[in-house]
């Protein structure tokens, strides 16, 4: 496990601290701008390493290497949610500290969590569909999954959390804080159901692969 998740790592070492400088300020910039997206910005800048290793996957070989080791299949998996699940955390903590700083409001800052874990939970359906259909097809699988993932995004941001703004993007009315945050705390309990269905779904299709 530890061996596969050094591997996504090295593999990725380059774009990954990229993608970190990058997600480090947007999330600073749409602290200002619009918080509530401070979560979910570097949540997704840091998970695109990981579509990468998918797209190389076939040229690699790794998968076919992986699949003749004992118990390899499941282990290949889990790396790869493992590493998903790292990145997510960092981009996590990245937010939760740029928010923080700038708006210094618990319920911004609980919004701001709820909202990029629905939408990384969500993006994690591009596994088990890259497994089923192949790495060849990762690049129509991940601009799929990218449409689902952000009009499910737009759907509560608009729906939901924008009706409920006060006169300035970075406060919410105190008066309708609560159905707020029922309605991302939904949106981010799918994400998280989505990621375990994500997951489950992998093991199962990956195992039954013929490679």
């Known amino acids: 496990m530890k061996g596969l998740i050094l591997s996504s790592y090295y593999t990725s070492k380059k774009s990954l601290y990229t ?12 602290a ?4 509530i997206m401070t979560c979910f910005l570097p949540m997704i800048f840091l998970l695109s390493p990981v579509t990468d290793n998918l797209k190389h996957e076939k040229d690699s070989k ?23 699940f790292i990145l997510i955390l960092i981009g996590l903590i990245i937010g939760v500290v740029s928010v923080s700083l700038i708006t210094q409001d618990a319920g911004m800052i609980l919004t701001s969590i709820l909202v990029g ?15 089923k259909f192949g790495p060849e097809n990762s690049n129509v699988i991940l601009i799929t999954t990218s449409f ?12 939901v959390i924008f009706a409920n703004l006060g006169s300035s993007t970075g406060t919410l009315n105190s008066s309708s804080m609560g159905s707020t945050l029922l ?29």
């Open 19 to 30: 993608y970190l400088i990058v997600s480090i300020v947007a999330s600073f910039i749409f």
């Open 32 to 35: 200002f701008i619009n918080p």
């Open 62 to 84: 790794w998968m076919y290497y992986i699949s003749t080791l004992p118990s390899g299949r499941k282990a290949y998996v889990n790396g790869y949610f493992s590493f998903y």
């Open 117 to 131: 874990i629905g939408g990384a939970g969500t993006y994690a359906m591009m596994f088990p569909l890259t497994f």
């Open 148 to 159: 689902i993932v952000i009009a499910l995004f737009f759907t509560v941001f608009y729906g």
């Open 183 to 211: 309605f991302v705390g939904i949106y981010a309990l799918v994400g998280i159901l989505f990621l375990i269905i994500s997951y489950v779904t992998s093991l199962s299709i990956f195992k039954k692969q013929e490679l």
